[in-house]
T-cell receptor, first 117, second 119 residues
Framework: DTGVSQDPRHKITKRGQNVTFRCDPI?????LYWYRQTLGQGPEFLTY????????KSRLLSDRFSAERPKGSFSTLEIQRTEQGDSAMYLC???????????????FGDGTRLSIL | AQTVTQSQPEMSVQEAETVTLSCTYD???????LFWYKQPPSRQMILVIR??????QNATENRFSVNFQKAAKSFSLKISDSQLGDAAMYFC????????????????FGKGTKLSVKP
């Protein structure tokens, strides 16, 4: 079990630039989640995938945000035209879900810290 | 919508002592899961303990135990024999079970409690 891997760990960019983050889930996990965590707050849900299908998006996910999970493996989260308010830690988590009810916990990566200058 | 409230922004405990972290939640659902996650400084979030709402018995994991009061919508975490390595942010989280036509699978977190352990 190599755990959830996120890349890069840190990203500093100028306002208005586009950024892309990558998440590699635990290999057998079929669900993948993106969360955003700002300083002093708990993580907030952004979106999640079951295999390659994006099943839910939070209203926090504006049209500048897009996420993909091609082939149901790794996922990317892209933010276009970044704004100061996008500065946060972006967390990825994965879990193994079977059936409608699954109490399998989500395993988190180290996160990508985004700083907008 | 479901909400999770952690009313203690910071707590402190002496090494080897016991501390209890509070969590309350609001939901109209009857079937759900509750979790406590630990996030050490600059390190990844890890699961401490979980509770299934349909189980009356409180979950325990070594030095960690919960007091789950479903009617009161309360889910506190007790850490016994506190160790220096327990110092971290602790987040309480809620997740729906099954399909209520709404969110399925994503966690709803509280704002966290920062726990300090004094040697």
């Amino acid at each position: 079990d190599t755990g959830v891997s996120q890349d890069p760990r840190h990203k500093i960019t100028k306002r208005g630039q586009n950024v892309t983050f990558r998440c590699d889930p635990i290999s057998e996990h079929n669900r993948l989640y993106w969360y955003r965590q700002t300083l002093g707050q708990g993580p907030e849900f952004l979106t999640y995938f079951q295999n390659e299908a994006q099943l839910e998006k939070s209203r926090l996910l504006s049209d500048r945000f897009s996420a993909e999970r091609p082939k149901g493996s790794f996922s990317t989260l892209e933010i276009q035209r970044t704004e100061q308010g996008d500065s946060a830690m972006y967390l990825c988590a994965s879990s193994l879900a079977s059936g409608a009810r699954s109490n399998q916990p989500q395993h988190f990566g180290d996160g990508t810290r985004l700083s907008i200058l | 919508a479901q909400t999770v409230t952690q009313s203690q922004p910071e707590m402190s405990v002496q090494e080897a002592e016991t501390v209890t972290l509070s969590c309350t939640y609001d939901t109209s659902e009857s079937d759900y899961y509750l979790f406590w996650y630990k996030q050490p400084p600059s390190r990844q979030m890890i699961l401490v303990i979980r509770q299934e709402a349909y189980k009356q018995q409180n979950a325990t994991e070594n030095r960690f135990s919960v007091n789950f009061q479903k009617a009161a919508k309360s889910f506190s975490l007790k850490i016994s024999d506190s160790q220096l390595g327990d110092a971290a942010m602790y987040f309480c989280a809620y997740r729906s079970a099954g399909n209520y036509g709404g969110s399925q699978g994503n966690l709803i977190f509280g704002k966290g409690t920062k726990l300090s352990v004094k040697p």
